[in-house]
T-cell receptor
């Protein structure tokens, strides 16, 4: 049973558009929420992470929005570029340092 | 890949044979993890280690064992490989702050 539910499974966006990926969780003990980016044939790479004491975190074109009451968090990719085409995973962990991952979203950015 | 190497990178083996995958880090991190990645499931934790000789099970540990005799090495063993263990295996290293960094992966095919 997946502890973190991720949607959509895939999305296509035009260059310059906004990509939005959503994740939901049930375990209120989770206190760390990272996003990973993975290119084909490579390992996942840590992209950005947030803790529940803030509602938003921005790094460059990537923003995490966090809604503690709804137990949801999302990744926004602004001004999407063809180089952003990858699979994105959300995850969550608590103080045991074990990550539970969503199933992944494949993002395709059309030039 | 954050000072993490995995070997072998590709392996084809027959059902019933033992297989050992190796993860080596040069970062001196305390935490090490083994995940498997399968379509539609994201990454699932197999086993993890929080120090030399200190290991524990993840969510999909059946059929797998691990050992960590040195800080830098974490071995994953499939005692008797089955076709359901065909997957891509990723090692990760972690800091005390929950951040995890992944290796390049090992693609294992059990025929």
């Amino acid at each position: 049973q997946q502890q973190v539910k991720q949607s959509p499974q895939s999305l296509i966006v035009q260059k310059g558009g906004i990509s939005i990926i959503n994740c939901a969780y049930e375990n209120t003990a989770f206190d760390y929420f990272p996003w990973y980016q993975q290119f084909p044939g490579k390992g996942p790479a840590l992209l950005i992470a947030i803790r529940p004491d803030v509602s938003e975190k921005k790094e460059g074109r990537f923003t995490i929005s966090f809604n503690k009451s709804a137990k949801q968090f999302s990744l926004h990719i602004m001004d999407s570029q063809p180089g952003d085409s990858a699979t994105y995973f959300c995850a969550a962990s608590m103080d045991d340092y074990k990550l539970s991952f969503g199933a992944g979203t494949t993002v395709t950015v059309r030039a | 890949d954050a000072g993490i190497t995995q070997s072998p990178r590709h392996k084809v083996t027959e059902t019933g044979t033992p297989v050992t995958l190796r993860c080596h880090q040069t970062e001196n991190h305390r935490y090490m993890y083994w995940y498997r990645q399968d379509p539609g499931h994201g990454l699932r934790l197999i086993h993890y280690s929080y120090g030399v000789k200190d290991t524990d099970k993840g969510e999909v540990s059946d059929g797998y064992s691990v050992s960590r005799s040195k800080t830098e090495d974490f071995l994953l063993t499939l005692e008797s490989a089955t076709s359901s263990q065909t997957s891509v295996y990723f090692c990760a290293i972690g800091t005390s702050g929950n951040e995890q960094y992944f290796g390049p992966g090992t693609r294992l095919t059990v025929t």
